[in-house]
């Protein structure tokens, strides 16, 4: 299975900070994802880019910042991270075109205090 | 926009028993993903179907596009299994069902 690695696992973020989430994959894919994943909500779309440096807003882009500025990296910014940020936040990669299957990472989870 | 729906939302079986898991969409889709996922861990991709019946292992998916339906099987559960699996389809992003909690039972 193609490989997303997700850094860092865990993190503890003070309000008002800002937090860097990052995603590696190199499958050579041109679609990555970043999605949050919360009790009640399930999966719902921050963010995603169809190449280097593209980045799209998805569902739910609001206090959230994307950046990819490689094929293989794709960070997700909280510039200013609130408690209502607080979940696990996974990352996606896939290919476009026919065959579109996608594929996760290990998931980070984020508490925000 | 599409919107996926998953049935049932729970499942409990004995282990050995089969399981049948249904996803439907409401607008037409030929790119179907199966997930699993235990809880708080990642995503795993089971079977991508974008149409007809495709097989691995105990798993067994099918996809009747002009149905807007896409089902998954497993066979001869095992304890293992228990977790949830989520039917998403790829329309340029992914739209994922709510999930059905598969549990089994010894």
């Known amino acids: 299975e193609a490989a997303v690695t997700q850094s860092p696992r865990n993190k503890v973020a003070v309000t008002g900070g800002k937090v860097t989430l990052s995603c590696n994959q190199t499958?050579?894919?041109?679609?990555m994802y970043w999605y949050r994943q919360d009790t009640g909500h399930g999966l719902r779309l921050i963010h995603y880019?169809?190449?280097?440096?593209?980045?799209e807003k998805g569902d739910i882009p609001d206090g959230y910042k994307a950046s990819r500025p490689s094929q293989e990296n794709f960070s997700l910014i909280l510039e200013l991270a609130t408690p209502s940020q607080t979940s696990v936040y996974f990352c996606?990669?896939?290919?476009?075109?026919?065959?579109?299957?996608?594929?996760f990472g290990k998931g980070t989870r984020l508490t925000v205090v | 926009e599409q919107q996926v729906q998953q049935s049932p939302a729970s499942l409990v079986l004995q282990e050995a028993e089969n399981a049948e898991l249904q996803c439907s969409f409401s607008?037409?889709?030929?790119?179907v993903q199966w997930f699993y996922q235990r809880p708080g861990g990642r995503l795993v991709s089971l079977l991508y179907?974008?149409?007809g019946t495709k097989q691995s292992g105990r798993l067994t998916s099918t996809t009747v596009i002009k149905e807007r339906r896409s089902s998954l099987h497993i066979s001869s559960s095992q304890i293992t299994d228990s977790g949830t699996y989520l039917c998403?389809?790829?329309?340029?992003?992914?739209?994922f069902g709510q999930g059905t909690k598969l549990s089994i039972k010894p």
């Open positions: 996606a990669s896939g290919v476009s075109g026919e065959n579109t299957e996608v594929f």
């Open positions: 499958n050579n894919h041109n679609n």
């Open positions: 880019s169809y190449g280097a440096g593209s980045t």
């Open positions: 607008i037409f889709t030929n790119q």
């Open positions: 179907n974008p149409s």
């Open positions: 998403a389809s790829n329309q340029g992003k992914l739209i």
